[in-house]
């Protein structure tokens, strides 16, 4: 069973899913957008039914959002919906700290698939968990920042790295 909560933080509106494996994505919309991307398939649960983990989660996204320092490492993740090489490049992008940054390159270097630096770029798209699996993090090798397939785009990737880098 797959159970969602929503919430608001100053970047708009967001849903959290998990299931018993952990947090299994991180939707962020406009409000009106959000309603039409839940499937009724996903159970709802109102703040007072949901967990001290899940609430913790998503009081450190919202921290995270207006730029103070919060590491998600420790988060239960479930990514099992996920090919075995967006899993592999996704847990690497988890480990990378607040206010660094990894090139598409580097990434694909480091699970010892240098050539698959494109490959990574299409991983981080499919990312289901934004800000907890930081993909804003990874950058171009030129020092552009890159592409970001969350609801606003490169500005909002611009703005997380900023927050970072304050």
Known sequence: MTFYHKFE???GSHAIFWTANGISRHMM???EILKEKL???FKRLDQSEIDCTVKNII???KMALEGHKRSFEHVEI???SLSEFTQTVLYIIRTIPWGNTLTYGEVA???KRPKTYRAVGQALKSNPIPIIVPCHRV???DGNIGGFSVE???KLKAKLLDFEYA
């Open 9 to 11: 933080s100053s970047l």
């Open 29 to 31: 919309f406009p409000s």
């Open 39 to 41: 499937s009724p398939d």
């Open 59 to 61: 009081d450190d996204i």
């Open 78 to 80: 479930d990514l099992t």
């Open 109 to 111: 270097r480091s699970i």
């Open 139 to 141: 950058i171009r090798s």
């Open 152 to 154: 606003g785009g490169n």
